[in-house]
């Protein structure tokens, strides 16, 4: 009777992850139905049609993913709360942004950043650039979402056990039901299908998110989860400090040089996470869209930090990987009713961050490389085509590089964090010097961009090998090289300045009218992000 009770169980939370899961994917269907998708716009951009609470949804879970809610939680899990300067410093990059950035690229009608540069310096500096960020996606990005994915949808079903497969080839299997699903999304889907099935899993990842500490603290605190905030607290001091030692993976003072450099890069100009905001159907719905992500975002140490903490004192030393901190707290005090659910919509945020990163690669491909250097004649449906059988390529490589993450050193998310310097610094270093000033050339550009990356590899060649611990923490060495290459570029510009100083070109395609709240709510998030870090220290 109990093995039948069980199976029922089992059987009824797989129905509830397909079921939710295929209901995503028909509301995308219908939404995205009457977008014309054979445009550029259409297709990478939603047709300029996406509100502030889309975007908001969309943002949100284009970034939290598995390798965010595994991987940060698996850091929290060693070093306790100080990891979240990775989650409520974003909510004032994205306030800069939404304040500074996206204006001038709504004023300049762009649908990459790339593009922005090819008109800044050339068209060189645009190829490069993109070639950096699919370079970076398909090395790095793509493959650990789709390992960090795959590794807690393996663990909390049990798949080596219900499939009679080892871990190994669990992972294995896990990586290409993700992969092709996550493909069809972003491939055949657009941006439109990719934002609209984002809102719809954000939601229930939200709830299910919160659902993970809440049941966590019920246990610790035998039903009450104020008792279960005061255990973990009495018992664990040295986990609630947001300071922290200069050994740790996040050194306080970091906070103050890379890590905003960081922050900046990824809210303000990495393609996968811009690309929402781009497609916005006016400047205040973008605003607004991300003011309401970087609210939400100050919450997410609740979801991506806080279980970590609670795993460490459930399990102690007895987890030999933290990365498997998450998803065995999730198998230990989630009711077995609700792990369908629950794995739905984290299924839905691995596909989310999977088909946004491979959405904004096929849009750099089909705008910035196929259309430029294949076909310069090619009418939009050539350039949509293209790009979706690009994108088909880059998933099968991504799939194919995913399972050989399993070892990464300081886990999942810093391992993430350290290799996407070899290009985030340079890209950011150039787009800042653009729109800072006007007689900087393009070969200043091209120089800062290809030093950047080069001596960021070298540095993280010999920190691993021959000179491992004889540097300075990598977020100081993005920051140095980041000053250093904005000097290199300015000295160019005042030897070697620009035959015409560059002007802004606008479009009538938006309307950049500013949300009139825009700096009022700005700035009450940066306020609230200073106090939760004067609480917390």
């Given at each position: 009777?109990?093995?039948?009770?069980?199976?029922?169980?089992?059987?009824?939370?797989?129905?509830?992850?397909?079921?939710?899961?295929?209901?995503?994917?028909?509301?995308?269907?219908?939404?995205?139905?009457?977008?014309?998708?054979?445009?550029?716009?259409?297709?990478?951009?939603?047709?300029?049609?996406?509100?502030?609470?889309?975007?908001?949804?969309?943002?949100?879970?284009?970034?939290?993913?598995?390798?965010?809610?595994?991987?940060?939680?698996?850091?929290?899990?060693?070093?306790?709360?100080?990891?979240?300067?990775?989650?409520?410093?974003?909510?004032?990059?994205?306030?800069?942004?939404?304040?500074?950035?996206?204006?001038?690229?709504?004023?300049?009608?762009?649908?990459?950043?790339?593009?922005?540069?090819?008109?800044?310096?050339?068209?060189?500096?645009?190829?490069?650039?993109?070639?950096?960020?699919?370079?970076?996606?398909?090395?790095?990005?793509?493959?650990?979402?789709?390992?960090?994915?795959?590794l807690a949808i393996s663990t909390m079903f049990n798949v080596?056990?219900?499939?009679?497969?080892?871990?190994?080839?669990?992972?294995?299997?896990?990586?290409?039901?993700?992969?092709?699903?996550?493909?069809?999304?972003?491939?055949?889907?657009?941006?439109?299908?990719?934002?609209?099935?984002?809102?719809?899993?954000?939601?229930?990842?939200?709830?299910?998110?919160?659902?993970?500490?809440?049941?966590?603290?019920?246990?610790?605190?035998?039903?009450?989860?104020?008792?279960?905030?005061?255990?973990?607290?009495?018992?664990?001091?040295?986990?609630f400090n947001a300071v922290g030692s200069n050994e740790a993976?996040?050194?306080?003072?970091?906070?103050?040089?890379?890590?905003?450099?960081?922050?900046?890069?990824?809210?303000?100009?990495?393609?996968?996470?811009?690309?929402?905001?781009?497609?916005?159907?006016?400047?205040?719905?973008?605003?607004?869209?991300?003011?309401?992500?970087?609210?939400?975002?100050?919450?997410?140490?609740?979801?991506?930090?806080?279980?970590?903490?609670?795993?460490?004192?459930?399990?102690?030393?007895?987890?030999?990987?933290?990365?498997?901190?998450?998803?065995?707290?999730?198998?230990?005090?989630?009711?077995?009713?609700?792990?369908?659910?629950?794995?739905?919509?984290l299924f839905g945020a691995i596909l989310s961050s999977f088909?946004?990163?491979?959405?904004?690669?096929?849009?750099?491909?089909?705008?910035?490389?196929?259309?430029?250097?294949?076909?310069?004649?090619?009418?939009?449906?050539?350039?949509?085509?293209?790009?979706?059988?690009?994108?088909?390529?880059?998933?099968?490589?991504?799939?194919?590089?995913?399972?050989?993450?399993?070892?990464?050193?300081?886990?999942?998310?810093?391992?993430?964090?350290?290799?996407?310097?070899?290009?985030?610094?340079?890209?950011?270093?150039?787009?800042?010097?653009?729109?800072?000033?006007?007689?900087?050339?393009?070969?200043?550009?091209?120089?800062?961009?290809?030093?950047?990356?080069?001596?960021?590899?070298?540095?993280?060649?010999?920190?691993?090998?021959?000179?491992?611990?004889?540097?300075?923490?990598?977020?100081?060495?993005?920051?140095?090289?980041?000053?250093?290459?904005?000097?290199?570029?300015?000295?160019?510009?005042?030897?070697?300045?620009?035959?015409?100083?560059?002007?802004?070109?606008?479009?009538?395609?938006?309307?950049?009218?500013?949300?009139?709240?825009?700096?009022?709510?700005?700035?009450?998030?940066?306020?609230?992000?200073?106090?939760?870090?004067?609480?917390?220290?």
């Open positions: 009777m109990g093995t039948l009770f069980k199976f029922l169980l089992d059987y009824i939370g797989i129905l509830s992850f397909l079921g939710f899961t295929l209901l995503v994917g028909i509301i995308a269907y219908f939404a995205t139905r009457k977008t014309d998708e054979n445009t550029s716009d259409g297709y990478f951009l939603g047709g300029r049609s996406l509100t502030g609470v889309v975007i908001a949804g969309s943002l949100l879970l284009t970034n939290l993913s598995t390798e965010q809610i595994v991987g940060l939680n698996g850091q929290a899990f060693t070093e306790g709360i100080l990891v979240m300067a990775w989650e409520t410093l974003a909510a004032i990059a994205m306030v800069i942004t939404a304040v500074f950035l996206l204006p001038r690229y709504l004023k300049g009608g762009i649908t990459t950043v790339p593009q922005f540069l090819e008109r800044r310096y050339d068209t060189t500096t645009k190829a490069i650039t993109s070639g950096l960020f699919l370079t970076g996606y398909v090395v790095v990005f793509l493959p650990i979402v789709l390992y960090s994915g795959s080596p056990e219900l499939l009679g497969v080892s871990k190994e080839m669990s992972i294995w299997i896990c990586v290409f039901g993700i992969g092709i699903t996550g493909s069809i999304y972003a491939i055949f889907g657009g941006l439109k299908a990719v934002a609209v099935s984002d809102t719809i899993n954000a939601v229930g990842l939200l709830i299910g998110g919160i659902m993970i500490p809440v049941f966590g603290l019920l246990e610790i605190g035998d039903g009450s989860i104020g008792n279960g905030l005061a255990t973990l607290f009495k018992d664990n001091p040295e986990k993976t996040v050194p306080f003072a970091t906070i103050f040089t890379g890590m905003m450099l960081v922050q900046l890069f990824y809210w303000g100009t990495n393609q996968a996470i811009i690309q929402r905001a781009l497609g916005a159907k006016n400047l205040k719905e973008g605003q607004k869209g991300l003011l309401l992500a970087s609210f939400i975002k100050i919450l997410g140490p609740l979801i991506v930090v806080l279980p970590g903490v609670i795993a460490f004192h459930m399990f102690g030393d007895t987890l030999t990987n933290p990365d498997e901190a998450y998803p065995t707290l999730v198998s230990k005090v989630l009711p077995l009713s609700l792990v369908g659910f629950f794995a739905a919509v088909n946004s990163a491979l959405n904004s690669s096929v849009t750099l491909f089909g705008i910035d490389i196929y259309k430029e250097y294949f076909n310069k004649e090619a009418s939009e449906r050539q350039v949509v085509k293209a790009g979706k059988l690009f994108g088909i390529v880059l998933a099968l490589l991504a799939m194919f590089i995913a399972p050989f993450i399993a070892n990464a050193p300081d886990g999942l998310f810093g391992y993430l964090q350290q290799v996407n310097g070899c290009y985030s610094i340079p890209i950011l270093t150039i787009i800042v010097v653009g729109y800072l000033t006007k007689n900087v050339p393009a070969i200043a550009a091209k120089i800062a961009i290809i030093s950047g990356a080069v001596l960021y590899l070298i540095y993280v060649v010999l920190d691993g090998t021959i000179m491992k611990d004889q540097f300075p923490h990598f977020l100081h060495v993005m920051a140095i090289l980041f000053v250093f290459n904005i000097a290199v570029m300015l000295i160019i510009g005042k030897l070697y300045p620009r035959e015409v100083a560059y002007t802004q070109r606008y479009t009538e395609e938006v309307d950049i009218t500013p949300w009139r709240a825009v700096k009022i709510v700005g700035g009450s998030i940066c306020v609230i992000v200073i106090g939760i870090y004067i609480y917390f220290s």
